[in-house]
């Protein structure tokens, strides 16, 4: 599976640890940067271009990180067939996915530790979407919106 991941300045260290993270488990990774430290960099400018990826297919997954993991989810709202949302805890990692078709997961990388963020991490990747009925049709109208409102 193709795992996209992007932070700014307040993810970059965490960004970092993932990326080996995942790289190890076997998964393909594109970074969409930061590439290297930058206090001065903006988030949006990060995490756009992962939505974007997310958006158009070029990966099937994602991770955002910004310092609180608000502004990034925020953001990667916005783009069309997002659905992103900030995770600090295991169980929303997966059943966002299972019951949501979560897309996105963004993390603080100021507030939650390596560990955790492994486990949130991984629980994310492993779920897969049930496709249940009810959720088809809730994930239905959140894509109506998306296309008419
Ligand atoms: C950057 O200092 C910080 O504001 C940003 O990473 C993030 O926390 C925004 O939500």
């Known amino acids: 599976m193709k795992i996209g991941i992007a932070a700014d300045h307040g993810g970059f260290e965490l960004k970092q640890l993932v990326v080996k993270m995942i790289k190890t488990a ?7 940067g930061a590439h ?5 960099d903006d988030y949006p400018d990060l995490i756009i271009p992962l939505a974007q990826g ?8 994602g991770i955002a990180i910004c310092g609180s993991g608000v502004g990034a989810s925020i953001v990667a709202n916005k783009i069309k067939g997002v659905r992103a949302a ?8 997966h059943q966002g996915v299972e019951h949501d078709a979560l897309n996105v997961i963004c ?4 507030v939650i530790g390596q ?7 991984f629980s994310f990747l492993e779920a897969e979407y049930s496709g249940e009925e009810r959720h088809n ?3 239905g109208k959140v894509t109506d919106l998306e296309e008419n409102w």
Do not use: C, F, P, W
């Open 26 to 32: 076997g998964y393909d990774v594109v970074d969409y």
């Open 36 to 40: 290297e430290y930058d206090r001065y």
């Open 54 to 61: 997310i958006s158009e297919g070029e990966v099937e997954k």
């Open 86 to 93: 900030l995770i600090t805890e295991t169980y929303s990692a």
């Open 107 to 110: 993390l603080g990388g100021r």
């Open 115 to 121: 560990e955790l963020a492994r486990e949130i991490v």
């Open 137 to 139: 049709r809730r994930l």
